[in-house]
Nanobody, 124 residues
Framework: QVQLVESGGGLVQAGGSLKLSCAAS????????MGWFRQAAGKEREFVAA????????RYANSVKGRFTISRDNAKNTVYLQMNSLKPEDTAVYYC?????????????????WGQGTQVTVSS
């Protein structure tokens, strides 16, 4: 049973930083892609960033390029999302997701497993 557990969310002022973690268990993830998505109140879930466990290839949403960095620690089975220069519009619940493929995609239905989410609130 795959489990994804997010942590690291919280309240931060605009311009600040947060680092989210996603601890993955229950599988060998070398052939998986991992993604971060977010969902603001009243809005659809949207892609933020993704990475492959094997090669470390990454992809970012245009809205976070240059501010967010996704990385992974294979030994710890953990994926991170470093978020810098945060803006009020980054406020959302952030979800970690896993996809049984080495190809990174940006659509939520293409991911097979999801964490429960962690709240990020950026005050102005």
């Amino acid at each position: 049973q795959v489990q994804l557990v997010e942590s690291g969310g919280g309240l931060v002022q605009a311009g600040g930083s947060l680092k989210l973690s996603c601890a993955a268990s229950g599988r060998t993830f070398s052939s998986y892609a991992m993604g971060w998505f977010r969902q603001a109140a009243g809005k659809e879930r949207e892609f933020v960033a993704a990475i492959t466990w094997s090669s470390g290839s990454t992809r970012y949403a245009n809205s976070v390029k240059g501010r967010f960095t996704i990385s992974r620690d294979n030994a710890k089975n953990t994926v991170y999302l470093q978020m810098n220069s945060l803006k009020p519009e980054d406020t959302a619940v952030y979800y970690c997701a896993a996809r049984r493929s080495t190809i990174v995609t940006i659509t939520p239905p293409s991911y097979d497993y999801w964490g429960q989410g962690t709240q990020v609130t950026v005050s102005s």
